[in-house]
């Protein structure tokens, strides 16, 4: 097999008969979550695979903020979240959240609430909480971060279980601003068109 | 679905006299509706097969389609220009990881749409069977080849998948900066000296083939998915989708002084249509069932990649983490 590409060619390409290759690529699932500008909320913006929770993150920076702007990202490990049921229509989930009984017993942790507020879109931060356990987080969160308009699914987090950029990480989006060469205005060329014509 | 050819499975039997007509009533209901499907959602059985089908042919084009042009950076004129392939071809694969994260969510795992794509049982884009001889190859496919598969996504992005939707989403939006950057370096080329002008002319006619043969079998003789249509899965017939390319980039590419090697082209003022020699649809079944001029080099590139990174991946095998279907 002759390749018109030289560095194709210094390759040595195999050539033996297509099988079946090694079953190294099913690293564990993270879900990414970003935040454009300071005062937005974080919201869910895909899923990496990796082997632990660093090269998720730095996955995750490649993949989900390498344009415009981000101030903050995190990720954590798809079997962490806890997702409610989904409801449809005027249908609340909150309608299927009941109290657990005893709300304090003395050793709480910190929750990671997201809303799914509108359907085929993404669940975006509401708040955290403190509770021993994340159904009573859910149960509090009822009467703190609800208003009128339904929520068609949760998903809720333990603060722990999240690998996140801190503050003095954000020097890592710095360089984007540079980056113009990645965005469509950085290519203009109705002038050149013109005056082509012109020529004509 | 990259490009529109051969994406479907033939549909013997659509299956859904074993499906339960109630939830298939509230299902196309939703779609009629407008609203999207998402994982966790009730889904017959055909839907969900198809989808795999077509969203993983999409990141497998994705991956393949990042070869011709990958091999053009360290060739490409300047630093600017390999600055700016450079970015969209890490764009390409980026496109590819979206896409298989949403297939995923229906239930097809990663390792086995990788390994389908290197032990050959799953399809790419066909355009990437033909080889890149010149510069002007590359510029043909950032701008045109980007541009028949932005008419065909920006399409999808209407359908009524949500995770789909939301990676094309995602996808679109820096597609906008490939298109710019082609059209930018063609113009370059149209602008430049007659040598130039020649290269991109010659690159032209190599690839008006291969590119009309993109979106796929004529209407006449492809199987007709009405069903596919009413779910939302297939957004346009790939006559649709081929007319809605030629109006839109036929008269860029004449505009710029350039011919196309069809001297039955034109676009039919009566029907609003475009009319063409008909693609050699021969040709088109043959290289996508592997007799192309670059199908063995694709995938023993990417097959090589595999085995050669092998180590790497085995020394990243840290069981501390566990595989799950994303979420949304
Ligand atoms: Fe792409
Ligand atoms: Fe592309
Ligand atoms: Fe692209």
Redesign the pocket.
């Known amino acids: 097999m002759e390749s018109l590409d030289p560095r194709v060619n210094r390759l040595n390409l195999s050539t033996t008969e297509l099988t079946s290759k090694a079953p190294l690529d099913q690293l564990g699932t993270y879900e990414v979550f970003s935040q454009l500008k300071e005062d937005k909320p974080y919201f869910h913006v895909g899923p990496v695979h990796a082997p632990n929770c660093e090269m998720a993150f730095l996955f995750a920076k490649e993949q989900f903020s390498r344009r415009q702007t981000c101030t903050g990202l995190f990720v954590v490990e798809t079997r962490n979240i806890k997702v409610s049921v989904f409801t449809e229509g005027e249908d609340t989930v909150y309608n299927y959240i009941s109290n657990p009984g005893e709300l304090a017993n003395g050793n709480t942790e910190s929750f990671e609430l997201f809303h799914l507020k509108k359907r085929g879109k993404q669940h975006e931060y509401i708040g955290t909480i403190e509770a021993s356990s994340a159904e009573v987080a859910l149960s509090m969160v009822k009467s703190e971060f609800i208003n009128d308009k339904p929520v068609y699914n949760i998903w809720i987090i333990k603060t722990s279980d999240i690998e996140s950029s801190q503050d003095e990480d954000k020097i890592i989006w710095d360089t984007l601003p540079d980056k113009k060469f990645r965005d469509a205005i950085a290519y203009k060329a109705a002038d050149k068109i013109k005056e082509f014509k012109e020529r004509q | 679905m990259?490009g529109g050819g051969n994406t479907f499975e033939h549909i013997k039997s659509n299956g859904l006299e074993n499906e339960d007509p109630e939830k298939l009533a509230q299902f196309e209901a939703r779609i009629e509706r407008g609203e999207k499907i998402e994982p966790n959602d009730w889904m017959p059985q055909l839907y969900r097969k198809q989808l795999i089908r077509m969203i993983e042919q999409h990141a497998h084009?994705?991956i393949i389609?990042?070869l011709p042009?990958g091999t053009w950076i360290t060739r490409a004129p300047g630093f600017k220009r390999k600055l700016a392939l450079m970015a969209?071809v890490q764009?390409?694969v980026g496109?590819a990881q979206l896409l298989y994260s949403a297939a995923e969510t229906l239930g097809k795992s990663r390792e086995q749409m990788i390994d389908d794509l290197i032990n050959g049982k799953s399809k790419y884009s066909n355009i990437f069977n033909y080889p890149a001889f010149t510069w002007a190859d590359s510029c043909f496919?950032?701008w045109l080849?980007?541009a028949g598969?932005i008419v065909n996504q920006l399409a999808n992005a209407r359908g009524s998948y949500g995770p789909y939707c939301r990676a094309l989403d995602r996808i679109c939006a820096e597609?906008s900066f490939?298109l710019k950057y082609g059209h930018h370096c063609v113009i370059h080329m149209a602008t430049g000296t007659e040598k130039q002008r020649e290269m991109m002319q010659a690159a032209i006619n190599r690839w008006w083939p291969p590119m009309m043969h993109f979106f796929g079998p004529s209407d006449k003789i492809s199987v007709h998915s009405e069903i596919l249509m009413r779910w939302k899965v297939k957004m346009g017939s790939n006559d649709d989708m081929r007319n809605q390319f030629l109006d839109m980039y036929v008269p860029k590419i004449w505009e710029l002084g350039f011919t196309i090697p069809d001297e039955n082209l034109r676009k039919n003022e009566v029907t609003g249509r475009w009319e063409y020699t008909e693609p050699d649809w021969e040709e088109f079944k043959r290289v996508i069932n592997g007799d192309g001029p670059c199908n063995k080099e694709r995938l023993a590139v990417r097959r090589t990649a595999e085995e050669r990174g092998r180590w790497v991946r085995e020394a990243l095998l840290a069981p501390k983490t566990e595989y799950v279907a994303p979420l949304a």
């Open positions: 990259y084009s994705e389609g990042a042009e969209k764009d390409e496109h496919i950032s080849v980007d598969a597609e490939h």
